[in-house]
């Protein structure tokens, strides 16, 4: 497996990725794609990553910096990051989350947010913070990791590509 920062040859493998996995989620809305499209339009990709397992992309994970209320400035979310389905449940996602926090960190980022399974993402030291919220998202699913600094607090607003839907 190769991970590695996306190209312009990789969009049609990253959203054909993206609509696959989450295709079958009960927590999605089928946008994620969009999302994804969205971003890179708006130059809003920070960080975007590939896992590649023999010259076809099976994976893809993007970060983008989020706005927090009280001004700390950055802040980063994760996600959309999608695995196929027939690559799930090898590593790939968790590699895939492991080098994007590691390009963060390389950037200088104070943190990163994210909205997911609290007893996955703890693994990688994500945590709920009650003093930051994502407002519609119950607490409990909205974690944080620090790298530096203070945990903000306040309200964190993402980039508007999170309300594309086509």
Aim: with cysteine.
């Amino acid at each position: 497996m190769i991970i590695r920062r996306e190209t312009a040859a990789d969009i049609a493998a990253i959203t054909d990725v993206t609509v696959a996995a989450f295709r079958n989620q009960p927590f999605s809305h089928q946008t994620e794609q969009f999302i994804v499209n969205a971003l890179r339009t708006a130059n809003a990709l920070a960080v975007s990553l590939v896992a590649e397992v023999d010259g076809l992309v099976v994976g893809h994970i993007v970060f983008s910096r989020v706005m927090v209320s009280d001004s700390t400035r950055d802040w980063y979310g994760l996600g959309p990051v999608s695995v196929l389905p027939a690559y799930q449940r090898r590593g790939i996602g968790k590699t895939l989350i492991r080098e994007g926090l590691s390009s963060l960190r390389a950037l200088g980022a104070s943190g990163c947010a994210l909205v997911g399974d609290p007893g996955y993402y703890a693994r990688f030291g994500f945590r709920n913070s009650p003093g930051l919220v994502y407002e519609g998202v119950p607490q409990e699913f909205f974690l944080v990791l620090r790298f530096g600094g203070e945990i903000p607090r306040g309200v964190v607003v993402l980039n508007d590509a999170f309300l594309a839907t086509g």
